[in-house]
Structure formats: C-alpha cells, structure tokens
C-alpha cells in the first residue's frame, strides 16, 4: 500500500504530461483543451489545425488527440506517418466514424473517442493513458535515483533526466 501511496504522491507534484491536440475543427480543438484544463494543471498542451502542421512539428508529446477526418492529411494517414517517423506516444481517435476502428489496429491506436465527446469516456482514456506512461516513470526511479550521491543532486539530476526520459529532446 506503501509504494502505491508515494507513487501517487509523485505522480501529483512531479509529473507534467505533452499533450497535442489536432484537428481542423476549432470547436473540439476548444472542447478538448477546456477539458484538460478543469481535469488537472499537469498538462502542457499543443494544437494543430492539420495533419501536415503536426507532422511537420518538431515538437514531441506523451499523448495525441487526433482527429480522423480531416482535409488534407486524413487522421489515419496522419497517424500512420507518425509511426514511420518512429512516433511512439499513445494515439487517441475522435471520430464518428467507426468504420476506420480495424484500420487503426495497424497503427497502434490506444483509443476511439466518438464525436461529440461524453466526459465519463474522456477521463477514463485519459486516465488509461496515464496508466500506461507510468511503468517508463517507475523504471526511471528504480534505475537513476539509487546511483546518485546526495539528496540536492538527487533531486537537480533526477529532474534533468526525468524531463530527458519523458520527452525525449
């Protein structure tokens, strides 16, 4: 109980999630953010209007909202040049088109949202996704932490590498 306890105590004062946001619709682009935003503080969030502005970014992030609609670059072609590019975040689809669930098996997708957004499926796929960062965050811990020599070194130095880990720059 111990060690779930001082997770969570760390996972609340240290964690600061990349989130990008990408579709052409200004409205759920909003809907999304304000969404983060009343959830928690521990977001740092991106958005694009297109799939070619995100694939064009130099930016990286934990979790991509991605719409599957859109002119242009489709979601799904967006998702699919991502992965070439070695893209391995958590993709989560808004759609309200089901028709493109097996296709995005082959890109690794961690979750369909449909279009509008119901808040209960939002937390839980937001949650989930957390979830699944954590295991990269815990492995951090027990790695880095225990080789270094005091505890101000420990916290400058774990905090260097944390944000090195988690965001890959």
């Known amino acids: 109980m111990m060690y779930n306890k001082s997770i969570n105590i760390w996972r609340t004062k240290f964690m600061l999630y990349k989130i990008a946001v990408c579709d052409d619709e200004q409205i759920f682009v909003d809907e999304i953010i304000y969404k983060l935003q009343s959830r928690s503080n521990k977001y740092q969030i991106v958005y ?11 930016l990286d992030f934990n979790i991509l909202f991605l719409d599957i609609e859109m002119p242009g670059l489709s979601g799904m072609e967006t998702a699919f040049k991502l992965r070439e590019m070695n893209y391995d975040g958590i993709i989560i689809f808004l759609t309200s088109h089901t028709e493109f669930m097996p296709e995005a098996f082959k890109i690794k997708d961690f979750r369909f949202l449909d279009k509008p957004i119901d808040q209960e ?7 989930s996704a957390e979830k699944e960062i954590m295991p990269l ?3 951090f811990f027990i ?18 590498a ?7 720059s």
């Open 48 to 58: 694009f209007n297109s799939g070619e502005e995100l694939t064009n970014s130099v």
């Open 121 to 127: 499926k939002f937390d839980e796929a937001l949650t």
């Open 137 to 139: 965050i815990i492995l």
């Open 143 to 160: 790695c880095v932490i225990p080789f270094t020599a005091s505890r101000e070194s420990r916290l400058s130095k774990s905090r260097k």
């Open 162 to 168: 944390f944000a090195g880990l988690l965001y890959r």
